[in-house]
């Protein structure tokens, strides 16, 4: 897939990200702020409770005209009629989901560009690199990568990288300035009070 198909703004979700504990009610507002490249994590919950919010999600999105991206699990994202999937190290190789005939979108959480370097090699379509600044996330953990290291990272990956970790509006900019295809966030759209300012605060940073 060519880069310039990949939306630069990239939301992955945490139910545990909104003030007022309602996932779904930020997610809409978010995506009427413009968010149309949407992660489903979620990962934790049962699978019955991760389908049937699943299907939420991806009913919001398919309102919106965004697409879905689900964490870890190709058969839940057929099953949610999603247009890829998110792997990373504790799930099935990228390799692995290709050779099944898997023909959606394929992301990859990595740490480093060697990382995603070999996920593009297996077949990725583009990969998260993080942290690239400090975070409180339980979801973007090891050692801050600063953006001096980043750049050099991006360019080791040699596919678009998206810079995950205590990303929002006001650095948005620079990650694009040193090699980055976007940015993936969490709180920063989805723990704000108006998600949908915020979601149009960070797209304007990125100039779309």
Known sequence: MEPSTLDPLYLITDRNAPP??????????????GVRFLQYREKDLPYAERLELGREVASLANEHGARLIVNGDPELADALGADGVHLGKGTV?????RAEGYSGLIGYSA????EAARA??????????????PTRSKFSSGPVL???KFERECEVAGGPVYALGGVGAENASVCLERGARGVALIG???AAEDPARAARE???ALGV
């Not at 190789?93 to 989901?97: D, F, L, Y």
């Not at 740490?111 to 060697?114: I, W, Y």
């Not at 593009?120 to 600044?133: K, N």
């Open 120 to 133: 593009f090699a297996q077949g990725a379509d583009f990969a998260t690199l993080s942290p690239v600044f």
């Open 93 to 97: 190789s990228v390799s692995a989901v």
């Open 111 to 114: 740490h480093s560009g060697e």
């Open 146 to 148: 600063g953006l001096e």
């Open 20 to 33: 007022s504990d309602d996932l779904l009610g930020a997610l809409d507002t978010a995506l009427i702020g």
């Open 188 to 190: 920063a759209v989805l």
């Open 202 to 204: 960070v797209r304007a």
